[in-house]
């Protein structure tokens, strides 16, 4: 029995499959068709996660989040701008007793 666009997989059902043939270019590029990159919302500049499973190659839109990197003196000035005072601590933990 043949493998069918519309049978069920493993994950479930495919809705509105779409294929094509792409061609890869002598430096290994591929173009997405802008049906399935607009269906996906991969956008100019996007990102897509290409994995090898199985013989197969599957791409999927990637989320890329911004990540910022601080010095250690950066993190100590923080902790010393928010070192507590005693009497701060003692207002603090005062009311939490009271609760």
Do not use: F, K
Not at 18 to 39: C, D, K, N, Y
Not at 65 to 91: F, G, K, P
Not at 92 to 97: A, F, T, Y
Request: charge should be neutral; aromatic fraction near 2%; hydrophobic fraction near 35%.
């Amino acid at each position: 029995m043949g493998s069918s666009d519309t049978a069920p997989r493993r994950n479930g059902p495919r809705r509105n499959p779409q294929r094509e043939i792409l061609t890869v270019s002598s430096r290994g590029q591929i173009t997405l068709p802008a049906a399935m990159r607009r269906h996906l919302g991969i956008t100019p500049g996007g990102a897509v996660i290409v994995e090898e499973c199985h013989g197969e190659l599957r791409l999927r839109p990637a989320a890329v989040l911004e990540l910022a990197h601080y010095s250690d003196a950066q993190i100590d000035e923080w902790d010393r701008a928010d070192t507590l005072s005693n009497d701060e601590r003692h207002a603090i933990l005062s009311r939490l007793q009271q609760a």
